[in-house]
């Protein structure tokens, strides 16, 4: 079965800082090019990040450009968020998501990792 | 502010149609394909149309999508109130190197 789990969210002071991990599974996970998306409370998909399949380019949202980084491990089969900097408006249920590329879509998301950055 | 526009809510009585509207511009939806995705509250979305108006499997008929210009559309018939649901979409942005989405759309079927 194809499968996305994240891992790594809690409770961060503003300013502290998180990694959050997906572990894929049921697929080969070198094949894919991989994302981060969130969701704030209440509020819509805002994408965050993504890591190429074959070039390895990265790309980042503005809003977290700086402060996050993402990464990956093809021995792990694992996929990472590096959040530091924390603010209150970065607190959202942070999604992994395969991107087949072609076709053009992210076709496979995990359950979620809850964020919450407060003092 | 979200770079594709969605109109907040739509409505439509059980075993009509409903579309959802999506427009971007030159350097998203002008230029590459739209995907829309479905939510319900408190899970993950879900992948329901892609290049534009592709369907995965297991994904009904009654979901169609289609684009033209810089803009796209979701429709859906026969609806039923297992689709009350929130629906988005999203394209790559070429001038911004980024995947973007629509503001999402509230699906109710009175």
């Known amino acids: 079965e194809v499968q996305l789990l994240e891992s790594g969210g809690g409770l961060v002071q503003p300013g502290g800082s998180l990694r959050l991990s997906c572990a894929a599974s049921g697929f080969t996970f070198s094949d894919y090019t991989m994302n981060w998306v969130r969701q704030a409370p209440g509020k819509g998909l805002e994408w965050v990040s993504q890591i190429r399949r074959r070039s390895g380019a990265i790309y980042y949202a503005d809003s977290v450009k700086g402060r996050f980084t993402i990464s990956r491990d093809y021995a792990k089969n694992s996929l990472s968020l590096q959040m530091n900097s924390l603010r209150d408006e970065d607190t959202a249920v942070y999604y992994c998501?395969?991107?087949?590329?072609?076709?053009?879509?992210?076709?496979?998301w995990g359950q979620g990792t809850t964020v919450t950055v407060s003092s | 502010q979200s770079v594709l526009t969605q109109p907040p809510s739509v409505s439509a009585a059980p075993g009509q149609k409903v579309t959802i509207s999506c427009s971007g511009s030159?350097?998203?939806?002008?230029?590459?394909?739209v995907s829309w995705y479905q939510q319900f509250p408190g899970t993950a979305p879900k992948f329901l149309i892609y290049?534009?108006?592709k369907r995965p499997s297991g994904i009904p008929d009654r979901f169609s999508g289609s684009k033209s210009g810089t803009s796209a559309t979701l429709g859906i018939t026969g609806l039923q109130t297992g689709d009350e649901a929130d629906y988005y979409c999203a394209a790559w942005d070429n001038s911004l190197s980024a995947w973007v989405f629509g503001g999402g759309t509230r699906l109710t079927v009175l």
């Open positions: 998501a395969r991107d087949p590329e072609n076709p053009y879509g992210m076709d496979v």
């Open positions: 290049e534009n108006n």
């Open positions: 030159s350097s998203n939806i002008g230029k590459n394909y």
